[in-house]
């Protein structure tokens, strides 16, 4: 259980700078003129939310593996390819989904061998930031 407080406490703390800039997020999702035309310094507000993000992130996949990867990739790709349906119950789903099929993948892989599925998310989600930001480059 001890080792469980780092993981708890960067969420626990991301959460909470999360829910206090809801505001100002939600202003960003309308685009940075409408953000800074009430009053939300947006520079400000990336970089932070860049911060608690990279932090977040880097201590679930310490602890997690790579696995960590899928919950950041899934949500892009539910975006992407049902833009209509984008829920958080749905998110869950195709992630559910998604980490079967890797593991199906990971066990018919090699013969008399078991892949660790960490391996597999890493590689796709590197593949699939790699593309996102060629994407965005253009």
């Not at 310094?41 to 932070?48: H, Y």
């Not at 892989?109 to 060629?134: C, D, R, V, W, Y």
Request: proline letters at 4%.
């Amino acid at each position: 259980m001890p080792i469980l407080i780092w993981p708890l406490l960067a969420l626990s703390i991301s959460y909470c700078i999360i829910v206090a800039y809801k505001r100002p997020l939600k202003a960003l999702s309308a685009g940075d003129e409408t953000a800074h035309s009430l009053g939300v310094n947006v520079v400000k507000v990336r970089l932070l939310m860049l911060g608690v993000c990279s932090l977040l992130t880097a201590v679930l996949v310490a602890f997690c593996g790579g696995i960590g990867f899928v919950g950041l990739m899934i949500p892009h790709c539910a975006r992407l390819l049902f833009p209509q349906q984008y829920s958080f119950l749905f998110v869950g789903l195709l992630g559910g989904i998604f980490m079967v099929w890797v593991d199906v993948f990971a066990r018919m892989l090699l013969t008399n061998q078991e892949l660790p599925i960490g391996i597999i998310t890493a590689a796709m989600g590197s593949i699939f930031f790699l593309f996102i930001l060629k994407k965005r480059q253009r």
